[in-house]
């Protein structure tokens, strides 16, 4: 799934070690789109490398790509939206989802009277 929008926030990053005794980063991000009525989505990313990687910034216009995964814990579930992809957007690209307008017409279309074939009665 993609969501383009443009970041709004940064959470402050957690980490901590795992059972394994393996250490790990996350940090949270909020990006709002640019639809008539705008949606946010607080996404993650996991692992210092990609937190390097990805260097985002408040106030960039990205793309992100993220999966979306659901876990229980003590009698409730919870959603986690985890980013594995980021691509900035160029400003030549910003369209916003606007469809493009129509092409303009040419010219008039020629209609001739010699064409018999098409005589309508009225």
């Not at 960039?60 to 003590?74: N, Y």
Request: net charge negative; proline share 7%.
């Amino acid at each position: 799934m993609e969501f383009t929008g443009k970041i709004i926030a940064i959470l402050k990053p957690r980490g901590g070690t795992s059972k394994a005794g393996n250490e790990w980063k996350a940090q949270e991000y909020v990006i709002e789109n640019h639809d008539q009525y705008p949606r946010k989505m607080c996404f993650e990313v996991f692992g210092a490398d990609k937190i390097e990687q990805f260097n985002i910034q408040t106030g960039e216009e990205l793309t992100v790509s993220f999966d979306i995964d659901a876990r229980q814990w003590q009698d409730r579930w919870f959603n986690s939206i985890r980013a594995w992809k980021v691509e900035r957007v160029s400003a030549d690209a910003q369209v916003y989802n606007m469809p493009a307008p129509p092409p303009a017409p040419t010219a008039a279309p020629e209609f001739l009277s010699s064409d018999s074939a098409d005589d309508l009665p009225f």
